[in-house]
């Protein structure tokens, strides 16, 4: 099984998957085989100022010999997560990979963060996902397959004052993974995460608009010192999902930079000592 065939014959859905990190994936799945389901919410893209973005990646897969093709989805709307499967199923076939991407995310530090900041959080990071798993799990079980994975953050283990409920979300999806990934471990349905760091995406784009700023912030965001790219997700995001991965589950990947190491302040930098330079 190669790179270009190993998904061929394997159907996917990944949220939230019109932009940044999770349309990377899709790409990397469509070109490993996968037909994809691009699930995105019209309303979110447009607010970010990328209306359209499902329908231009769909293009752009199949025009690289790709098959995918775009749902409409708001999950924050109660009842979306289930009619989602349902469309899948219908216009594509059985989902026996799935790719958990969307996400709220609310820039505010905790006491300022209104009910309907937290709840939205809630709805789109926690409970639209526990009911896309209730919707696909069943399924995967009887048919003694499938593929699971989550996007986290490094949040999880790391949070950050500014994002305080989103990062309790990723830390209760990566709980529900470990737990679900032990029950499901003999049917062969593998369930992981990955947990990015600082990814530059369009998300983070407002950060970039004071460039001297942006790089302060980049060189403090993790040892690496810089922000990672979408596409550095994707290698660690096929070898969870692909089929011959039939061992690894529960699993949390780091793509961060080493972020999610705590650090003192004296080696936040990587700092080497003058004195120690060169020694063995």
């Given at each position: 099984?190669?790179?270009?065939?190993?998904?061929?014959?394997?159907?996917?859905?990944?949220?939230?998957?019109?932009?940044?990190?999770?349309?990377?994936?899709?790409?990397?799945?469509?070109?490993?085989?996968?037909?994809?389901?691009?699930?995105?919410?019209?309303?979110a893209?447009?607010?970010?100022?990328?209306?359209?973005?499902?329908?231009?990646?769909?293009?752009?897969?199949?025009?690289?010999?790709?098959?995918?093709?775009?749902?409409?989805?708001?999950?924050?709307?109660?009842?979306?997560?289930?009619?989602?499967?349902?469309?899948?199923?219908?216009?594509?076939?059985?989902i026996?990979?799935l790719?958990?991407?969307?996400?709220?995310?609310?820039?505010?530090?905790?006491?300022?963060?209104?009910?309907?900041?937290?709840?939205?959080q809630?709805?789109?990071?926690?409970?639209a996902?526990?009911?896309?798993?209730?919707?696909?799990?069943?399924?995967?079980?009887?048919?003694?397959?499938?593929?699971?994975?989550?996007?986290?953050?490094?949040?999880?283990?790391?949070?950050?004052?500014?994002?305080?409920?989103?990062?309790?979300?990723?830390?209760?999806?990566?709980?529900?993974?470990?737990?679900?990934?032990?029950?499901?471990?003999?049917?062969?349905?593998?369930?992981?995460?990955?947990?990015?760091?600082?990814?530059?995406?369009?998300?983070?784009?407002f950060?970039?608009?004071?460039?001297?700023?942006?790089?302060?912030?980049?060189?403090?965001?993790?040892?690496?010192?810089?922000?990672?790219?979408?596409?550095?997700?994707?290698?660690?995001?096929?070898?969870?999902?692909?089929?011959?991965?039939?061992?690894?589950?529960?699993?949390?990947?780091?793509?961060?930079?080493?972020?999610?190491?705590?650090?003192?302040?004296?080696?936040?930098?990587?700092?080497?000592?003058?004195?120690?330079?060169?020694?063995?």
């Amino acid at each position: 099984m190669t790179a270009e065939t190993g998904f061929t014959g394997r159907t996917a859905l990944v949220t939230g998957a019109s932009r940044g990190i999770a349309a990377a994936i899709s790409g990397g799945l469509a070109a490993a085989g996968a037909r994809v389901v691009i699930s995105y919410s019209a309303k979110a893209d447009a607010a970010a100022g990328h209306a359209g973005a499902a329908e231009a990646l769909v293009a752009e897969i199949t025009q690289a010999g790709g098959q995918a093709m775009a749902i409409e989805s708001d999950i924050a709307e109660p009842g979306a997560p289930e009619r989602l499967i349902a469309d899948c199923a219908r216009e594509i076939g059985v989902i026996d990979t799935l790719v958990l991407s969307a996400s709220a995310q609310v820039n505010k530090v905790f006491w300022r963060q209104t009910p309907t900041d937290i709840a939205t959080q809630l709805q789109v990071n926690v409970t639209a996902n526990v009911a896309l798993l209730q919707a696909v799990l069943p399924r995967m079980q009887a048919e003694q397959y499938g593929r699971i994975l989550t996007i986290g953050s490094v949040q999880e283990v790391a949070p950050g004052a500014e994002m305080p409920i989103y990062a309790m979300t990723k830390a209760a999806l990566r709980n529900l993974v470990e737990n679900l990934a032990v029950q499901c471990a003999r049917d062969n349905v593998m369930i992981n995460n990955i947990a990015p760091g600082l990814i530059q995406t369009d998300r983070n784009a407002f950060r970039r608009e004071d460039r001297a700023g942006w790089q302060e912030f980049v060189r403090s965001a993790n040892p690496a010192g810089r922000a990672g790219s979408p596409e550095d997700v994707v290698r660690p995001a096929l070898f969870l999902l692909a089929p011959d991965n039939s061992f690894t589950t529960g699993t949390t990947i780091y793509v961060a930079g080493a972020a999610q190491v705590a650090r003192s302040s004296s080696d936040a930098a990587c700092a080497v000592s003058p004195a120690l330079q060169g020694a063995t």
